[in-house]
């Protein structure tokens, strides 16, 4: 599986906008972007998800580097429920069903 | 629909007993996950299911560990001898199949957290 980077560790102020960012340098033609977040005591959630073009839900936005080499998720207006663990996984269209989650970003944000 | 239940939210018990975790996934969901979630490994897949049949059990720690899922709402994940190194956080998953969801989404429980004593 194509391995994904993520800082350790964000911090930002509510109400203004948080830009995650993920690298996956080896990803091949075929992998998806997933991104999926795990609030405090809870099992993690899917947030969004895209293949090359940049996706928006009322969630979050995904925008993806033209060579897909890298991503970042945009929470728009951060608030403090939006506290947690975000992760980035690169999934195969056709194969595996499987999610490797590595160990994410965890978000802090300030009231 | 209420989502993927597990039970017992919580378990407490001594090293050397068996512990058995039950998942009931969304209906109309055809795959199944297992995982385990600890401070220093993170979250580790250990088994998954395809329509009730174990497709990928790599993930399975050891023979102490099973699981079975005997129809499509049921699954169990049992510990025989548990051992406090078992003491995690497990989360049970389920998503519709490839032809019902491309983008591979899947949805999880609340966890059941473990302790081994």
């Known amino acids: 599986d194509a391995k994904t980077t993520q800082p350790n560790s964000m911090e930002s102020n509510e109400e203004e906008p948080v830009h995650l960012p993920c690298n996956h340098s080896?990803?091949?033609?075929?992998?998806?972007i997933h991104w999926y977040r795990q609030l405090p005591s809870q099992g993690p959630e899917y947030v969004i998800h895209g293949l090359t073009s940049n996706v928006n839900n009322r969630m979050a936005s995904l925008a993806i580097a033209e060579d897909r080499k890298s991503s970042t998720l945009i929470l728009h207006r951060a608030t403090l429920r939006d506290a947690a663990v975000y992760y980035c996984i690169l999934r195969r269209f056709q194969g595996a069903q499987k999610l490797v989650f590595g160990q994410g970003t965890r978000l802090t944000i300030n009231p | 629909d209420a989502g993927v239940i597990q039970s017992p939210r919580h378990e407490v018990t001594e090293m050397g007993q068996e512990v058995t975790l039950r998942c009931k996934p969304i209906?109309?969901?055809?795959?199944l996950f297992w995982y385990r979630q600890t401070m220093m490994r993170g979250l580790e897949l250990l088994i998954y299911f395809n329509n009730n049949v174990p497709i990928d059990d790599s993930g399975m720690p050891e023979d102490r560990f099973s699981a079975k899922m005997p129809n499509a709402s049921f699954s169990t994940l049992k510990i025989q001898p548990s051992e406090p190194r078992d003491s995690a956080v497990y989360f049970c998953?389920?998503?519709?199949?490839?032809?019902?969801?491309?983008?591979?989404?899947?949805?999880f429980g609340p966890g059941t957290r473990l302790t081994v004593l």
């Open positions: 209906s109309g969901h055809d795959y």
């Open positions: 080896t990803i091949s033609g075929t992998d998806y």
């Open positions: 998953a389920s998503r519709v199949g490839a032809a019902g969801g491309v983008r591979g989404t899947q949805y």
